[in-house]
């Protein structure tokens, strides 16, 4: 049965299963409401994420126009590589949520689980590698209310914490946004284990789907406004 | 047979409501029913009413001498927490999370909101938002006014500023969430037949509410973050020693606030079509305006925030066209009032309690509407701004507009709620107390303002005692007038006359299920076959 494919919205006319299959819940007509209106709420949450975003990108760009000798200088410290291999391990762990949410849609269970699982694999990465940028950012004192030390170029120092700052305000709270998918992607892993997503009820993983995208959309802004714009190679 | 169901209750069995259908703590605090989730809100919001309206009655009092009664440090406290919690904790959520949870569902035909459990999630945001509030009062309060304005809150402040703002920052998401299950279930939930164009305007303007809301609160959402940082950590965003921009923080805080304006009147407007067209006996004049008005008040409210800023180092330029676009605002606001004055032209105009709330709402919002555009002005504003001025401008249009609009809303629909009528004697009592008591706590204040008496100290010269006098005088009738409907609402639960179905012979779906309604709210969706407001000639309801 696994191996029948059921293409999205030619479902057999009059064939609808039971609500077991396809969740559909008691105030909605139609499970094709009941999808629609998941999805119209996904894409409104992320509205309200751009929102939430644009408040501290239009922040990065109030003190870059502001400071854009501190905000050169602090360049160096930016580790190209890293951001880059970072960004690459993102797009791909697009590709595989993308695919992930077509195998549901097709109720093909075990390319889904597979596919969630990589999925994961690539977040994890991301958030290592993450993780080690931010660690070395530590060890130089340049974490802004902690240890803020600016040696590079000591004119620079008061406006190069508020660059640090805003560089760990914004990666942060998009390698929160990480983790929180992360555990998303694990409560659809072990929904689709025990096989929950068919052809007829695939919502939460289309849903996960767009909020992944969206995550990773965000660091294709900051990949290049925070590591890209005014880098100059380290000495 | 009417007779007999009055005369031995007891004898018939109830038929089965949202409310009787279940009598456990369970079935409340666990209830995905959007009409339960809304008695839920109004308990909540009433509370946090009741203290902030303390607040008010406390620094009107130390209004009463020119020396005052408390130090200037407990009044900047108490004016700041009356802001906090009126705005976020009251204003914000009142008639989109009681009003509107409860009606938009069945006035468009559906069995709920789109998600009904991110509802009652919204509700618990609420709660725990508000108890963070709650605490930064017990322990002392907040000194920084209800604008958090940096780097006084970030730096200086010795209050409980980190527990308030995030107070705020949390209520911001139950916000978030009632605006964003509004804009779904408008959109995906209407009963067929009902179109955009047989929408209720109540349901219009919840709708063009819940698109600022999903638009202006996430951006408070990161500037509280950001200030809660800069208070712990000193990164330094907004402290202008190490060349941080409070500015800034001004810029981030009113692209919400000033939206949030038109959250706290919006739904009140759309409270006001209804009540107008039921007491009218006519169909809203000029729907279509109405309609998009409110779309339009919703578009334009992103793009004037710079008017609180004319005086707070904001470019020339900048003030220029900000000041153009605040005039531009106050076309769709004013095509509503026209509309209203129009639709009750040649109408049968009955003389209810709702409807004395919206003659209220009528009159107090064009004052506080009109006196806005002095403010607008650049040149009248260097003159008023930081002013009590301002306080009469915001409080003609949030409490003479908006609360009018909630309390019209509580009167019209609280048959629909709870089944039962309230005394109308004392309902046109308190109505008038409030109309009275709003006017006299309030235009005082406008004159004050004019002759220069600056907001937010606790003290004044002795010239300005006479109308602050009369301002508190105003508050104590104004107090007494909120105070009322509380008593006789709770009365008429248990007292109360049976409202039947249609008290007001109102149109619109919700009119025509039972009071109160069933869990599902109708037995089959209905089909929806006329526009609304259907009233008729109004010759043949008078004859
Ligand atoms: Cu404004």
Known sequence: MAETIVPVGHEPVGHEPPPEVTHLRHHFAT???????????????????????GGMFTAYAVYRFMY???????????????????????????????????????????????????????????????????????????????????????????????????????????????????????????????????????????????????????WIFLFPLLYLIGYHHPK | MATIVQGTPEAVAEPVDYLNVSHTWKSWLFTTDHKRIAVLYLISITLMFVLGGAAAVAFRINLLSPEGVFSAETYNRLFSMHGIIMVFFFLVPSIPATL????????????????????????????????????????GGVDTGWTFYAPFSSTYSNSYVLAAAFGVFIAGFSSILTGLNFIVTVHKMR??????????????????????????????????????????????IFDPNIGGDPILFQHLFWFYSHPAVYIMILPGMGVISEIISCFSRKRVFGY?????????????????????????????????????????????????????????????????????????????????????????????????????????????????????????????????????????????FSALLVFVGFNLTFFPQFILGYLGMPRRYHNYPPEFQTLNVLSTAGASVLGLGYLLPIIYFLHSLKYGARAGNNPWGAAGLEWQIQSPPTTFNFDETPVVTEEAYNYGPVEEIVG
């Not at chain 1, 007829?200 to 909020?211: C, D």
């Not at chain 2, 949870?101 to 508000?130: C, E, H, Q, T």
């Not at chain 2, 349901?203 to 609160?217: C, D, R």
């Not at chain 2, 409110?294 to 334009?300: F, P």
């Open chain 1, 31 to 53: 499970t094709e409401q009941q999808l629609d209106a998941s999805m119209l709420g996904m894409w409104t949450f992320l509205i309200t994420e751009v929102l939430f975003f």
């Open chain 1, 68 to 218: 854009p000798a501190a905000f050169a200088s602090t360049s160096v410290y930016m580790d190209v590589w890293l951001g880059g291999i970072n960004t690459a391990v993102l797009i791909c762990s697009s590709l595989t949520m993308a695919m992930a949410v077509r195998s549901a849609q097709l109720s093909r269970e075990r390319p889904l689980v597979l596919f969630l699982i990589l999925t994961m694999i690539f977040g994890t990465i991301f958030l290592v590698i993450k993780y080690i940028e931010w660690h070395s950012k530590w060890v130089e004192h340049l974490v802004p209310g902690f240890n803020f030390q600016y040696n590079e170029a000591p004119q620079y120092t008061h406006h190069a914490q508020i660059l640090f700052f805003l560089y760990f305000c914004m990666t942060g709270m998009h390698a929160l946004h990480m983790i929180v998918g992360l555990g998303l992607l694990t409560y659809l892993l072990i929904q689709a284990i025990r096989k929950v997503f068919t052809a007829y009820y695939f919502t939460p993983v289309e849903m996960i789907g767009l909020y992944w995208h969206f995550v990773d959309i965000v």
């Open chain 2, 100 to 139: 509107a949870n409860f009606l938009i569902p069945i006035m468009i035909g559906a069995k709920d909101l789109a998600f009904p459990r991110i509802n009652l999630l919204s509700w618990y945001i609420y709660v725990v938002g508000a108890l963070f509030a709650i605490y930064a009062v017990v322990r």
């Open chain 2, 191 to 236: 009963a067929p037949g009902m179109t955009w164009s047989r929408l209720p305007l109540f349901v219009w303007s919840n709708y063009a509410t819940g698109l600022i809301q999903v638009l202006g609160t996430p951006v408070l959402a990161i500037t509280m973050l950001l200030l809660a940082f800069e208070r712990i950590a000193h990164v330094g």
């Open chain 2, 288 to 428: 279509n305006f109405v309609a998009f008005s409110s779309m339009a008040i919703a578009v334009l409210s992103f793009v004037v925030w710079g008017h609180h800023m004319f005086i707070t180092g904001e470019s020339m330029y900048s003030s220029i066209a900000f000041s153009i676009l605040s005039f531009l605002v106050a076309v769709p606001s004013a095509i509503k009032v026209f509309n209203w004055t129009a639709t009750m032209y040649k109408g049968s105009i009955s003389f209810d309690t709702p409807m004395l709330y919206a003659f209220g709402f009528i009159g107090l919002f064009t004052i506080g509407g009109l006196t806005g555009l002095f403010l607008a002005t650049l040149a009248t504003d260097v003159a008023t701004h930081g002013t009590y001025f301002v306080v009469a401008h915001f409080h003609y249009v949030m409490v003479g507009g908006m609360v009018m609009a909630y309390m019209g809303g509580l009167h019209f629909w609280w048959p629909k709620i709870t089944g039962r009528m309230y005394s109308e004697a004392w309902s046109k």
